[in-house]
């Protein structure tokens, strides 16, 4: 069901941080025109740690009347409280998500066994199919293999979005989930890298301002055209590190203001791009034909 360019949607706002609903719907129809595979809202690209508990739902359910079935839409409902985590997650399985990602609980620092009943609790009390989300240079926790191979054995957690940083993580993941397990990268610069190692997509950062670019790079991918794959994460290289220049959002957003998709607005305490940015932003979007 999950595989392939699955865009981690920036939530567009107006310069005093309210969310700007006609851009979000654009900006999700340009997704599904471009042939991006998959979408999540409110993952952490979304900014979901600012926006309020019914700002956060309301982007979903926009983001899934938008879809409207078109491609798979993975609602981010995680939270560091396991309570806040299966309302979230129940709310959007009632309005159609297809499946929800759930970060590992951040600033708590869990244990691996907390971890378990953290998921479990959200997995017992909730129907529809779960992605965990390990990103611990966010959170300070790190979900581990063993854990994540304990949590693939119940039949609503179905794969996980890997962003440790460490490659490897991929294949000691495979071996203690099986084939079946869904492995996507969250390091956009480690994709093909991942993608060698069995992960079979991404949920991207760089797919919000290169949708065209990065479905192409994994349809290459996954179907068996590794050079042409090669070719196109050699020009896609230099966005994803510009767009981490800043802690993301921040340049992401930035792009696409360029580009004409949005307004400037970001929540504080992130800050627009920094002007001593903004060039080098513009040189490596043109070279890639995006300005």
Avoid at 179 to 201: H, K, N
Wanted: charged share 20%; hydrophobic share 40%.
């Amino acid at each position: 069901m999950l595989k392939g360019s699955i865009v981690a949607l920036v939530t567009p706002m107006h310069a005093n941080g309210d969310v700007d609903w006609s851009a979000l719907e654009s900006l999700i129809q340009w997704h599904l025109d471009a042939g991006t595979h998959g979408i999540v809202p409110m993952g952490t690209t979304g900014e979901s740690a600012t926006l309020d508990t019914d700002e956060h739902l309301a982007v979903i359910k926009r983001t899934i009347e938008v879809v409207a079935g078109q491609v798979p839409v993975v609602a981010g409902t995680g939270s560091n409280s396991t309570a806040e985590a299966i309302h979230q997650t129940r709310e959007a399985q009632a309005a159609g998500a297809d499946a929800c990602l759930l970060v590992t609980p951040y600033y708590n620092k869990p244990t691996q066994e907390g971890l378990i009943r953290h998921y479990e609790s959200i997995a017992a009390a909730t129907d529809g199919p779960l992605v965990l989300y390990n990103v611990p240079p966010r959170t300070a926790c790190d979900m581990l293999p063993q854990t994540v191979g304990a949590l693939a054995s119940n039949p609503s957690i179905i794969g996980i979005k890997e962003a440790c940083g460490d490659i490897e993580r991929v294949s000691r993941i495979r071996e203690q989930t099986g084939t079946d397990f869904v492995i996507l990268s969250g390091e956009d610069a480690q994709t093909l890298q991942m993608l060698d190692r069995s992960a079979v997509g991404t949920i991207s950062v760089t797919a919000n301002v290169l949708p065209e670019l990065m479905a192409a790079f994994c349809d290459n991918y996954l179907q068996g055209d590794k050079s042409g794959a090669q070719a196109l994460d050699a020009q896609l290289q230099p966005v994803h590190e510009i767009l981490f220049i800043e802690p993301s959002p921040t340049a992401s957003k930035w792009a696409l203001h360029m580009m004409g998709k949005i307004e400037t607005g970001i929540r504080l305490p992130l800050l627009p791009l920094s002007a001593g940015h903004h060039d080098e932003l513009r040189r490596r979007l043109e070279a890639v034909g995006a300005l």
